[in-house]
């Protein structure tokens, strides 16, 4: 069995390739039984969102895998042939597969690293996929790591602490100046896209007092609803600036219409109070000149971009130290996976030895009728304690090879020795066990998942 991901994203598709891809949430049930219908696939994830639609699965053989997971993509949208498809499909297995599933779960490979939508679509997509019976213990505990591994990413990185939006910038700022801002108010200029989304921001991190005018008065009156604020006529926003800790300003005016006289006289009616002032219009709308106003903070469009470009840099200075957990415990998983190599040859090993031992005392008790019963438990016992010895050092070697470099060639070597050619040992060359033999298998393993693997630096007792 091999851990295979097909996909496409962001990065290799463009949007009008990748709306038509996106399977909506009403048909993720059914396209997960379909996936799981196809020969081979024995366990599904798929994981839909505006800019991936990837599948995740566990498949018998990689070259037969990749081919019907593509054929899977291709059938479940007519409307886009699979010439179309294929040369924007990524392909990946093993490590690299598990890899790309941490980093996707981290935000890693998202449009904007750091962002935190896309770990919640994961757990969505986790949760129709065990409703589904779609999983079993391979995706189960791998998905469950990625889960874990986003989180720890998050706590033990600054990847998500910095903006990297022009609205959310201007948040950032706001929190330098005003420590606290759930007793401030925000008055917004005019309705530009960026300013709604700003005044979205300022409400997330507590900002609860609103006031919003706009030329129209009823827009203006139906944003201020919108934000459980309150309108102001255009023209008397100026005198009503003073009420207002941050002003943003956003309108398609192509003069200042907030001058330094305008901002003084605010600051002095406030007696001095800090105010926080950010003009993302273009041209601008605040004269520059705000700027020499003591107590006055005047940001425009620039200030908040450079901001913006300071943390995307600081945003991959941390993304590389969650490239580094990632690559970690990538090796906690393939540790685990191979772990699960062994098994079923050990069990393999010991049901023939026992197969050999049971066939030989039976025949040569056959011969001895005239022993009493102590007599063939003795010999049944010797039986039983040569076979043990014979395989003792086999089966502790397995074990204690299997994380090593030559894992599989030990496997290998134990199946060919002992002539252990059940297919249902047949795990060597990265393959891994499956837990049954359909998609449809029973999904509660993953209840002990984060037990059995561990995490990178915990401590876990010794077997």
């Not at 917004?188 to 300022?202: N, Y």
């Not at 609803?225 to 800790?245: C, H, K, L, W, Y």
């Amino acid at each position: 069995m091999h851990i295979v991901v097909v996909g496409l994203s962001h990065k290799t598709a463009p949007v009008e390739i990748r709306e038509k891809l996106a399977i909506p949430e009403s048909r993720i049930g059914e396209a997960l039984t379909r996936l799981c219908s196809y020969q081979g696939v024995r366990e599904g994830i798929l994981l839909s969102t505006c800019n991936r639609v990837e599948v995740y699965a566990v498949v018998d053989e990689i070259e037969s895998g990749y081919g019907r997971i593509q054929e899977f993509l291709a059938d479940a949208h007519l409307s886009l042939s699979s010439e179309e498809l294929t040369p924007h499909l990524y392909w990946h297995q093993g490590d690299r597969a598990i890899s790309h599933l941490f980093r996707v779960a981290s935000s890693l490979d998202s449009m904007i690293v750091g962002e935190s939508q896309i770990l919640g679509q994961i757990k969505d997509a986790f949760e129709v996929a065990l409703t589904h019976k779609a999983t079993g213990i391979i995706l189960n505990k791998v998905v469950k790591k990625a889960i874990s591994v986003a989180k720890r990413v998050r706590t033990e990185t600054k990847i998500a602490e910095m903006a990297v939006s022009v609205s959310y910038a201007a948040v950032e700022l706001a929190k330098k100046i005003f420590s606290d801002l759930s007793e401030k108010t925000v008055l917004l200029v005019g309705a530009g896209e960026m300013a709604k989304l700003a005044a979205r921001h300022f409400i997330a991190n507590g900002v609860r007092h609103v006031r919003v005018t706009t030329r129209n008065p009823q827009h203006g009156l139906e944003l201020a609803n919108r934000f459980g604020g309150t309108a102001v006529p255009f023209e008397q926003f100026r005198e009503d600036m003073a009420s207002a800790d941050i002003v943003l300003v956003s309108t398609g005016a192509a003069h200042y219409l907030v001058s330094e006289d305008d901002v003084q006289h605010s600051v002095k009616q406030r007696m001095n109070r800090p105010m926080f002032l950010i003009d993302i219009s273009v041209p601008r709308n605040i004269d520059p000149a705000v700027r020499h106003v003591d107590n006055a903070f005047l940001f425009d469009i620039d200030d908040l971009k450079a901001r913006v470009e300071q943390n995307r840099g600081g945003r991959l200075q941390e993304a590389e130290k969650a490239e580094r957990m990632v690559v970690d415990e990538v090796g906690v998983v393939r540790q685990w996976l191979q772990s699960l190599e062994v098994t079923p040859t050990i069990m393999a090993l010991r049901t023939r030895a026992d197969d050999i031992k049971r066939a030989e005392v039976e025949k040569t008790l056959g011969r001895l009728a005239n022993l009493s019963v102590p007599e063939r438990e003795l010999v049944e016992a010797m039986a039983s304690s040569i076979v043990n010895k014979l395989i003792h050092n086999t089966m502790v070697t397995l074990k204690a090879e299997v994380n090593s470099s030559e894992g599989a060639a030990f496997v290998e070597a134990a199946r060919r020795f002992f002539n252990l050619s059940d297919p249902a040992v047949s795990n060597v060359n990265g393959s891994i066990p499956s837990a049954s033999e359909t998609c449809h298998s029973p999904h509660d393993e993953s209840k002990d998942a984060e037990e059995a693997i561990p995490r990178v630096g915990s401590k876990t007792p010794d077997h």
